[in-house]
């Protein structure tokens, strides 16, 4: 009597076991055990690049927790139809077969392979001949045109001269009027008297006249001596003496306001520093400075 295969074996066991079988699938995400009789089980091959195919085909690496023995099965819902060898008894296994059938492959979808449309090259319109002739002609009139233009230029330089003179004096008029607006750009957003000089309340908040022009009432009046006011320096005998007059840092009439900022809202030397952009020495020479001139300009005043 010939010796049974592997498979054959397992059919014979599989035949003998009822619905108590304890036997199960090894697969991932697979639930076949032996209670459905419509499955069948097979054991792994003994050794060999079979059995390698079939612990790569199910995606499980044999270790600690997952030991192949005896007892160690892939149900027939992972082998397709052709791997079985039929009979009217029984079906068992062919002797290449690796299980294909599993769920990461059941659920890929092969992608609709992409093709394009050949659309017919649209052919360049022709143009006729006498289209050709005309625009070859049009051009060499431009040409002849430009040839001229330039010939009558040489021949007149004084009229080149005159042209850019002309451009040129647009261009200087054209920076001049940019200049112009970025001063009065500047002067309206730096900090000082022009900033405020539409707006009352902050005139009087700042320098306790109740309206800008009351302010300007009383620059005008103190102008004429303040031109020819001359600034006092301490020396570091911290005495005040007389010295040369400096090139000014500040409008006269912002120099003015930074003072009345002082004495009407106590603002620190510091504080106005940062606001005119100027150093703390130069606020506190110009704050002395002018303390002691209007102490004798307004003293002067009988009230």
């Known amino acids: 009597m010939a010796a049974m ?13 009822g619905k108590g079988s304890d036997q199960h699938c090894c697969v991932p995400n697979c639930n ?13 091959p003994q050794a060999g690049a ?9 995606r499980r690496d044999p270790g600690p927790l997952f030991n192949i023995n005896a007892y160690t099965f892939v149900c027939s819902l992972h082998f397709i139809r052709e791997d079985f060898k039929w009979t009217p008894v029984k079906k068992t296994l062919k002797a290449d077969a690796v299980s294909t059938v599993f769920s990461w492959t059941r659920d890929f979808t092969p992608r609709r392979e992409l093709f394009k449309h050949i659309t017919p090259n649209k052919k360049p319109k022709l143009q006729s001949e006498n289209e050709t002739l005309l625009d070859s002609i049009s051009e060499e009139v431009n040409q002849e045109e430009d040839i001229q233009e330039s010939e009558e230029q040489l021949r007149n330089p004084s009229v080149v001269a005159v042209n850019i003179e002309k451009e040129l004096e647009r261009k200087l008029k054209e920076r001049d009027e940019e200049i112009k607006q970025l001063k009065e750009k500047l002067r309206i957003e730096r900090f000082g008297v022009f900033r405020f000089s539409n707006d009352d309340a902050m005139i009087m908040f700042y320098t306790g006249f109740s309206t800008n022009a009351l302010f300007l009432a009383f620059f005008n009046y103190v102008q004429p001596a303040a031109n020819s ?3 006092y320096y301490y020396k570091a005998t911290d005495t005040i003496n007389l010295s040369v007059s400096r090139q000014r840092t500040m ?22 520093a940062c606001r ?12 002395i400075t002018w303390s002691i001139f ?10």
């Open 32 to 44: 076949s055990n032996g209670r459905r009789h419509q499955v069948s089980f097979h054991r792994f």
């Open 294 to 303: 209007l102490y004798f300009v307004l003293g002067s005043i009988n009230i």
């Open 229 to 231: 006011m001359t600034s």
């Open 276 to 287: 005119f952009n100027v150093h703390v020495s130069t606020v506190s020479r110009k704050l």
């Open 50 to 58: 079979r059995r390698n195919s079939w612990i790569q085909a199910i």
């Open 5 to 17: 295969s592997e498979d054959e074996k397992d059919f014979l066991e599989l035949s003998k076991m």
């Open 251 to 272: 409008v006269l009439i912002d120099e003015l306001f930074m003072f009345l900022c002082r004495l009407k809202c106590g603002l620190f030397e510091q504080d106005l």
